[in-house]
């Protein structure tokens, strides 16, 4: 290797050399806000009134005096995925029933939401068909209402009496 | 022959130290994978909220046959009647919600078949009424047609009986074809609330 050749390999490893800098650090800040938890609070039962054996009744979800309603309370604007576990609830003879069969009745849920007002106030209401897949929804003003609707028929032979169920909705921020 | 030996690790024989990989992740992508996890959104655990769903159910229907539709002794090439009104027409009583509307419907029988055989009288011309007592002429009764479309009636104080009259036909019918003896059919009576 004649001395150019070797100058020139000298200078190439300084250069390499250089370019190996010294490790830096830096520091950057992850921060979340957490936004306050939502809350769901039945505002209002859903409400059958008399029903006669073997004779189909419906309430619908906008119905204002009869249909169940829960208030979902949060954050602002957040999009809530609202859900209903199950849209078939079975409702069971409180206390006495009686002159028939008390067997359970099957109420088949519909429901919808209102996002802002109960009232359904046009302009601050958006309904929408909720399922078991659930529906997403951004709260307004913190406040999303679902309203529940339903229809049942009584068997012919159903004994008489008060039937009471429980229907469960779901809601969950979606992150967005 | 002058020949250059490569050695490229393998994915493997990274993984196996574990320290090639994180050796040869670049700063930025350490950054990248920290910002990840602080980005990347995770659903929410579900809040549930539970409303009462409720409802009276009514007195259930019952309906009773209370009396046969009873034609006593008939004689042949004669047509026989009973009205509704009579004591011996066929009673039914429907007790339920007091108040509630009911609409009710008849299966009628064309003929009466003979008891232990297979010989036939026909029945036809059903007329009906409803009234709120029973036995039947102890209180107005309505008339209405049982062969036509579900008849409408309010069972006030709960309870409402129906009467049901016809007539035998025993016309053009010889010994042979029809045998003395015992002829029966039943009528059947369906009642549903209407929901009003």
Redesign the interface.
């Known amino acids: 290797m004649n001395r150019s050749i070797k100058l020139s390999l000298a200078t190439l490893a300084l250069v390499v050399t250089a370019g190996t800098a010294q490790a830096q650090s830096g520091n ?1 800040t ?1 921060e ?1 806000t957490v936004l306050s ?21 419906t309430v619908a979800a906008t119905d204002a005096a009869n249909s ?3 208030q ?1 309370i949060g954050s602002g604007t957040s999009e809530v ?1 609202v ?1 209903a576990p199950s849209m078939t ?1 079975t ?1 069971a003879c ?1 206390g006495t ?1 009686t ?2 069969v008390a067997t359970p ?1 099957t ?1 088949n ?1 519909s429901a919808s939401a209102l996002a802002g007002g109960i009232d359904a106030t046009p302009g601050n209401s958006t309904a929408f068909t909720l399922g078991t897949a659930g529906a997403n929804r951004n709260l307004v003003g913190g406040n999303l209402f ?1 309203l ?1 609707g ?1 229809s ?1 028929t ?1 068997a ?20 967005l | 022959m002058y020949g250059l030996s490569v050695h490229s690790p393998t994915r493997t024989s990274r993984r196996s130290t574990g320290r090639g990989v994180r050796e040869g992740m670049s700063r930025v992508a350490r ?1 990248l994978v ?1 910002l990840g996890l ?1 980005l990347l ?22 309906v009773s046959g209370i009396w046969s539709l009873e034609f006593g002794t008939v004689p042949r090439n004669r047509v026989t009647t009973i009205a509704p009104t009579n004591i011996f027409s066929g009673a039914f009583s429907v007790t339920g ?1 007091t108040g ?1 509307q009911i609409a009710i419907s008849f299966t009628l029988p064309t003929t009466l078949v003979r008891v232990g055989g297979t010989q036939t009288m026909p029945i036809n011309t059903y007329t009906g009424c409803v009234a709120a007592t029973y036995p039947v002429g102890t209180n107005p009764c309505t008339t209405f047609t049982p062969s036509a479309a579900p008849t409408n009636a309010t069972l006030v104080g709960g309870v409402r009986w129906f009467y049901i009259g016809a007539r035998v036909d025993t016309r053009g019918l010889n010994a042979a074809q029809l045998p003395n003896g015992s002829y029966r059919s039943f009528i059947v009576m369906t009642a ?4 009003n």
């Open positions: 950057v992850a979340a938890p939502l809350t769901l609070t039945p505002i209002r039962t859903l409400q059958f009134g008399n029903t006669f054996p073997g004779v189909l009744k169940g309603a829960i979902v995925a859900s609830v409702l409180v029933c002159g028939g009745i109420l849920v679902v529940i339903g049942l009584p012919s032979n159903q004994a008489a009496g008060l039937y009471r169920g429980t229907v469960q909705i779901n809601a969950a921020y979606t992150g | 950054w920290a602080v959104p995770s659903r929410a655990m579900a809040q549930l909220g539970n409303i009462t769903a409720e409802t009276t159910v009514l007195q259930p229907l019952q919600q509630a549903a609330y209407t929901g």
